[in-house]
């Protein structure tokens, strides 16, 4: 689809009736788990926050997800730490977790 300036993707000429009630789907359940993550005791937040850390400090609460090719920085990130979060932790305000994340690992830099 060509973006149109001033149109959204569900006023795009494009956009059926199946992709519109889909995408409204989506945000109401997206909207409902948000608010559910902040009102509950202690809060549960998304944690994307350890690019660029070593893996080593942040093993606990992360996986390493390994590609079949090797890891290049192209961004300065050096060899063993985390270039991107694939999928975040899950995790309790008081810092304990609910789910591991996973994280893609520099295994070589250019």
Request: net charge negative; aromatic share 8%.
């Amino acid at each position: 689809m060509e973006t149109e300036d001033a149109k959204g993707l569900l006023e795009h000429k494009e956009a059926t009736e199946e992709l519109k009630e889909k995408m409204k789907t989506f945000v109401e359940s997206l909207s409902k788990h948000c608010w559910l993550m902040i009102i509950s005791s202690p809060i549960v937040s998304l944690n994307f926050d350890v690019v660029g850390q070593k893996f080593e400090t942040i093993k606990d609460r992360f996986l390493e997800y390994t590609p079949q090719e090797k890891v290049q920085s192209e961004h300065g990130v050096p060899i063993g730490c985390v270039l991107l979060v694939a999928w975040p932790c899950l995790q309790l305000e008081n810092e304990s977790f609910l789910t591991k994340g996973e994280v893609v690992i520099v295994d070589e830099t250019k």
